[in-house]
Structures are given as structure tokens and as C-alpha cells.
């Protein structure tokens, strides 16, 4: 199994900006691609933004966050950050951290789709005003 813990969420001004860090642990070798998602309330949970452990990287389908938000990893400290920048009042919501295995990884993970990460983190909150 892999545990997932974000760290790094809060409250901050439009145009303001938040790194959140997702540490892994367990069964780390068996992380084909992490995540991160949101949700904000009442919402569906919507696929942010992903990286592979070749170091490729994939948006989701927000359109809004394309050039704003960065993804990155380390593998040594086997953690993953989104590093989000000109924060706005829409960005406001959950954001959740999630791996998907190799014995798991298909189209769903690839189109960033919920189904397709099988290991989630308890989420962090990101308040924008």
C-alpha cells in the first residue's frame, strides 16, 4: 500500500501564491504517476495536474490553471509539489494528492480521471480571497 500526506495548504490573497507538498510512503516503488486533484463544494473532483516517474508531466482539463500551477517531484524524498502562483478566488478548494500503481495506471490515469489513481492523500484545504 502507499500513504499519501499533503502538507502546505491555506488561506492567502488573489495573486498570492502556495507551494503544497505530498510525501509518500510504503510501497513508493510501485508509483508509476502522482497527482494532484481538487474539489471544491459541490463540485466533482477535477484532475489538476500529473507527472510520471519519467518526469513527464500532463495538465488536466482546467484551463484556468495551465501556466499558473507547476508540478515537480523528488524522488529522493519521495515527494511530490505543486507550486501555485497567481492564486484566484476559483482556485479555492480541496486539494488532494493521489498515486497510481503500475498494476493500475491505464487511460483513467493518464486523462488525469479519478479512477484512475488508486492512492489518495486526506487533502488539503486552499482558500483564496
Known amino acids: 500500500d502507499v500513504q499519501l500526506v499533503e502538507s502546505g495548504g491555506g488561506s492567502v490573497q488573489a495573486g498570492g501564491s502556495l507551494r503544497l507538498s505530498c510525501a509518500a510512503s510504503?510501497?513508493?516503488?510501485?508509483?508509476?504517476?502522482m497527482s494532484w486533484f481538487r474539489q471544491a463544494p459541490g463540485k466533482e473532483r477535477e484532475g489538476v495536474q500529473a507527472i510520471d516517474n519519467d518526469g513527464r508531466t500532463r495538465y488536466g482539463k482546467i484551463d484556468s490553471v495551465k501556466g499558473r500551477f507547476f508540478i515537480s517531484n523528488d524522488f529522493a524524498k519521495k515527494t511530490v509539489v505543486l507550486q501555485m502562483n497567481s492564486l484566484k478566488p476559483e482556485d479555492t478548494a480541496m486539494y488532494y494528492c493521489?498515486?497510481?500503481?503500475?498494476?493500475?495506471?491505464?487511460?483513467?490515469?493518464?486523462?488525469?480521471?479519478?479512477?484512475?489513481?488508486?492512492?489518495w492523500g486526506q487533502g488539503t484545504q486552499v482558500t483564496v480571497s
Open positions: 493521489a498515486a497510481s500503481t503500475s498494476d493500475h495506471y491505464d487511460q483513467r490515469a493518464l486523462r488525469l480521471e479519478v479512477r484512475g489513481y488508486d492512492s
Open positions: 510504503g510501497a513508493t516503488g510501485s508509483i508509476y504517476s
